[in-house]
């Protein structure tokens, strides 16, 4: 389905490389969604700003919808952030629930804040996401070559391809998109509960997909800058 990211053309070929490795733990990749708007203060609905750690979005919001006693379609949120990883987002629940977060606690998923406000959190309310990564392993002898290739990517950009975690495991979960697309079902172990979750974002893992092979043409084609 899609290729191993080595595999993938890069505009910085020929110039190689400077090893390391990504995500040796989940504090080396720290992810904070930038909110396109800050929470009034009144409203029917809870802006709740979490932090993650070796979650996914999906299973933040399962667990808090379990203390609440709600289903996890009652919750939402801008976007969804990576597993392995410390992740800081907003979700968005019913106010009314906001006494039983009091009593919330779990080793992998703190509440940092929580603010009413008049309209529901959806996908897409938000100007961005800010990263703090370390790369372990390097190879510091080619500090010249990352300058390098730092300054070939200032002068032309990044062409940014979607990883690995976007397909699922072994690229299960765009396999499944592609599937849907063809006028496929889910599979029948899929709870009702998650139905609507894993079909949007099996939708969205082949579309990530067909992203990256068209990226990887027009690299290949030297057709970046056309």
């Not at 070929?13 to 490795?21: A, D, K, Q, T, V």
């Not at 709740?48 to 979650?55: A, D, H, P, S, Y």
């Not at 998650?194 to 949007?200: L, N, P, Y």
Request: glycine share 8%.
């Amino acid at each position: 389905m899609n290729q191993p990211s080595e595999q993938l053309p890069y505009l910085t070929h020929p110039l190689r490389g400077i090893g390391g490795r990504i995500k040796t733990v989940p504090e080396d990749f720290v992810v904070e969604e930038i909110p396109a708007y800050e929470p009034c203060g009144e409203g029917e609905h809870l802006f709740v700003k979490i932090e993650k750690r070796e979650l996914t979005t999906q299973e933040a919001m399962e667990k808090l919808a379990r203390h609440c006693g709600i289903s996890p379609d009652k919750i939402s949120s801008a976007g969804l952030k990576d597993k392995e990883a410390v992740s800081r987002q907003t979700l968005c629940l019913p106010v009314k629930l906001a006494e039983k977060l009091d009593t919330f606690a779990d080793s992998r998923l703190k509440i940092l804040s929580a603010i009413p406000h008049r309209n529901k959190l959806k996908t897409g309310h938000l100007h961005g996401n800010r990263f703090a990564i370390v790369l372990r392993g390097v190879d510091k002898s080619l500090d010249r070559r990352a300058e390098e290739l730092r300054d070939l990517i200032l002068e032309k950009g990044f062409p940014n391809y979607f990883g690995s975690q976007r397909f699922g495991h072994e690229g299960s979960t765009a396999r499944l998109g592609f599937e849907l697309l063809r006028g496929g079902k889910l599979p029948r172990n899929v709870p009702y509960s998650r139905k609507k979750f894993q079909t949007r974002f099996s939708l969205s893992a082949a579309q990530s997909e067909l992203f990256n092979r068209c990226l990887a043409r027009r690299i290949k084609d030297e057709l970046m800058f056309r």
